[in-house]
């Protein structure tokens, strides 16, 4: 469970996220989208506690991301853009690391790596340097990363970004299989995507969230890519009333 | 702590797989051998030289504490200005640039594991360096009678001194994700601590005592010379904790800005 009210966060004079809500319940995959710059990594980035928002609050499986971070930090996996390797560590040593300072007893640290590999599909390349792996290998030791605590909460920011298409379908049906008791945000450009994983779209634009459904609804009447395409095209006018605000 | 050590041992690790271990220690280990090589030649030859003039006098004030091992250590001391920012330039630079930032603030550490992991590895490899360099004074032990208390005071001055240097480097490196910025910061820095005690003399009583109390080179000497003053060790100790101390707030700052 993600609950996201009134987020604000601003770099210096750049306002890159205005005053954003919204909720997605456990179980659910919530489709986050947007055109580039609109605000969808410095939202996630929020949200998993790596900085702190300018103002409003975010609370995630009930504990707030500001007062009791490290409880927050303990249930969530985090994928960000790029994978964070250690390009000089082999699959399963980087594993055990991620997995020790993410909390697990050094007993069950051989389990849960073994799970990871298993379910990401890694097993064959256990013993290989993390910097010479594909870029598709490389987005799977990320996602491996995410999981290897067991989180209650997923995000995962452009999780298929550079791979083949039969390593996007593992990869989404792996997102699918795991959302089951756990709230999982998604971020993508891949429209698709998310007409086949999430139940829930929030459409992020300058900052702003221009819609919040559920998938279901918003494509009643027409595709989710025209329903993107509206909704972002309303921007230009906003826009240009923001900067004569912020030059004023 | 267990985390602090989890993150340590990541650190000494990467060390060693990455060329930087080796290239650091080999040129570490050759120009100490060089030096020490000079050294004892220029000893050897001092001794042949009055031996042969007959002067006990001389002879009795040549001695391999004061002839070989002071400016062994003052040479070493000077090389590790240079070699200890590019051992600890990455410690944070590195982990922004390569966006495994994110993974060990987004995990649950806090910021003092954090700090202290990326000491006690960056600790633990300066002490390989400098345990290495402990192959002379064996090498005079063994053949010589040098004085083994003012040995072990000097080489303890030489590893304070290398963990103030590299605390000075996590607190650099933790400023930029640029790895020469942090290097060329942190050798600044230790360059600076090194000479400003040169106006000393002509500074004026306060001052100059300032300057000398502030040099890190002052309170090294006293230690080469085999004494082991609190006051010494008060500064080591204070440099230390300053530098980590303001490496942890400059970590934790992300966090509140």
Redesign the interface.
């Known amino acids: 469970m993600i609950e996201v009210r009134n987020l604000t966060k601003r770099f210096g004079d750049v306002v890159a996220v205005r005053d954003i809500s919204f909720t997605a319940s456990t179980g659910q995959i919530l489709g986050f989208l947007g055109p580039n710059g609109a605000g969808k990594t410095t939202t996630m980035r929020v949200i998993t506690g790596f900085m702190p928002a300018s103002s409003g609050t975010v609370k995630v499986a009930g504990y707030d991301i500001f007062d009791d971070s490290y409880e927050v930090r303990r249930r969530i996996g985090y994928l960000p853009e790029n994978p964070p390797l250690y390009g000089d560590m082999t699959v399963t040593s980087y594993l055990r690391f991620v997995g020790r300072i993410r909390g697990i007893a050094k007993a069950e640290l051989g389990d849960s790596v073994d799970r990871v590999l298993r379910k990401c599909g890694l097993t064959e390349v256990t013993g290989r340097v993390v910097g010479h792996l594909s870029k598709g290998f490389r987005q799977r030791v990320g996602l491996a990363q995410a999981l290897i605590h067991n989180p209650s909460v997923l995000v995962l920011d452009e999780p298929t970004i550079g791979l083949d298409p039969r390593q996007i379908i593992e990869i989404r049906t792996l997102i699918r299989e795991l959302s089951g008791e756990r709230t999982v945000i998604l971020s993508t450009h891949i429209l698709p995507e998310v007409s086949q994983l999430c139940e829930k779209v929030v459409i992020i634009n300058a900052g702003r969230i221009v819609v919040e459904d559920t998938l279901a609804n918003l494509t009643q009447q027409m595709s989710l890519e025209e329903v993107f395409l509206r909704f972002i095209s309303k921007e230009p006018a906003e826009e240009r009333s923001e900067s004569e605000e912020a030059t004023a | 702590m267990?985390?602090a050590l989890?993150?340590a041992a990541?650190e000494l690790?990467?060390y060693f797989?990455?060329p930087i271990a080796y290239v650091v220690l080999t040129g570490f280990l050759l120009l100490g051998g060089w030096f020490f090589f000079n050294l004892l030649a220029r000893f050897s030859l001092f001794v042949n030289l009055y031996s042969a003039m007959r002067n006990p006098d001389a002879q009795m004030r040549l001695n391999l504490n004061d002839f070989v091992i002071a400016p062994l250590l003052h040479n070493l001391s000077v090389v590790l200005v240079i070699l200890v920012p590019v051992i600890t330039m990455r410690s944070f630079a590195e982990e922004k640039r390569?966006?495994?930032?994110?993974?060990?603030?987004?995990?649950?550490?806090?910021i003092t594991e954090i700090v202290a992991g990326k000491f006690l590895g960056a600790l633990a490899f300066v002490l390989i360096m400098v345990g290495l360099t402990g192959v002379y004074p064996l090498i005079l032990m063994f053949y010589g009678n040098p004085e083994v208390g003012i040995i072990a005071a000097g080489f303890l001055g030489l590893f304070l001194l290398a963990t103030a240097f590299l605390t000075i480097g996590l607190l650099t490196s933790s400023f930029t994700e640029n790895q020469i910025i942090a290097a060329v910061s942190c050798l600044v820095v230790l360059l600076l601590l090194y000479v400003i005690s040169w106006p000393a003399e002509s500074a004026g009583p306060v001052l100059g005592a300032v300057l000398k109390y502030v040099s890190l080179t002052e309170h090294f000497s006293e230690m080469v010379k085999g004494v082991i003053d609190t006051k010494d060790l008060v500064y080591f100790g204070s440099v230390i904790a300053l530098a980590l101390f303001l490496t942890q707030r400059s970590v934790e700052s992300?966090?509140?800005?």
């Open positions: 267990r985390n989890t993150i990541k690790r990467s797989v990455s390569a966006g495994t930032y994110e993974l060990l603030m987004t995990s649950p550490l806090s992300v966090r509140w800005r």
